[in-house]
């Protein structure tokens, strides 16, 4: 299979076209030149979407890293043969990610939104920009190396507060705690819109509706179909309501309902 069958193939949409052709160029690059070789920052669903590039093109030898462990967004690095991802973890610090600390009044009251906009408003593209980790005083920002330098000579302000920009190892990173709620519940089938209503304490036809709507992703790639089986293991996401993550799926209860145990984040 050629690139643009395998482009035709895989690819949803025209914006999904072009993150699997830049991937399928830097994929080359690492094999071609045998040098580790990276895409930019990637969401939830563009790395579902080059996994399944990954898939078709069977090459194993990457990883994709954020930073730290857990991260959001992350890049995919594909490895040169002479390279395994645990000599490239052991580098990380000179690898593709770097961190950068900006420090803020305690009562400037900055928000994500506020300090990504800040970033982007320099000219910056998502892509080269990975998690924002906002806490009280201060924000670890990840970002390509490239750009390190640049944010730090640049980016001062965020709103109405001033920021002071310093790098930071990745070992020195603070990720806020991952607060979940635990979800136990039964369902007449392991279906999607029997899942959805549990993990977002609705009723079924309204998990159906919000699924034909377009607003359900099972791990990060849109599904319309209700009937879906879900698996442990799975992602749920719903636009307005949050992310759920399927624990486990158990035995029958004494109704004969299947028990179901989910995580919510909060």
């Not at 076209?17 to 030149?33: F, I, N, V």
């Not at 009251?109 to 408003?121: E, P, Q």
């Amino acid at each position: 299979m050629n690139k643009t069958e395998l482009l035709n193939k895989l690819a949803q949409d025209g914006e999904e076209r072009l993150l699997l052709a830049r991937t399928l160029d830097q994929l080359e690059t690492a094999r071609r030149k045998n040098i580790p070789a990276h895409t930019g920052f990637l969401s939830p669903a563009q790395r579902a979407c080059v996994e399944s590039l990954i898939a078709a093109c069977a090459h194993p030898a990457h990883l994709f890293f954020g930073g730290y462990q857990g991260a959001e967004r992350t890049v995919c690095v594909f490895l040169p043969d002479w390279q395994e991802p645990e000599d490239f973890l052991a580098l990380a610090e000179e690898g593709p990610v770097a961190a950068l600390r900006c420090s803020y009044r305690s009562d400037a009251g900055l928000t994500h939104r506020d300090l990504l906009g800040a970033i982007l408003g320099q000219g910056i593209t998502r892509e080269k920009v990975g998690d924002l980790l906002v806490g009280p005083e201060s924000c670890d920002l990840l970002v390509l190396r490239e750009l390190s330098d640049y944010l730090l000579q640049n980016l001062d302000s965020a709103g109405r507060a001033k920021l002071a920009v310093r790098p930071i190892s990745l070992a020195e990173l603070e990720p806020p705690p991952v607060q979940v709620k635990r979800i136990r519940d039964t369902v007449a089938t392991p279906r999607l819109d029997a899942i959805v209503a549990a993990a977002f304490s609705t009723s079924r036809s309204k998990a159906a509706g919000l699924i034909s709507a377009g607003r359900v992703q099972l791990n990060y790639r849109e599904c319309v179909k209700a009937d879906k089986p879900v698996e442990p293991g799975d992602i749920l996401s719903c636009r307005g309501l949050g992310k759920a993550v399927v624990k486990e799926l158990g035995g029958l209860s004494k109704k004969g309902r299947v028990m179901v145990e989910l995580e919510r984040y909060i």
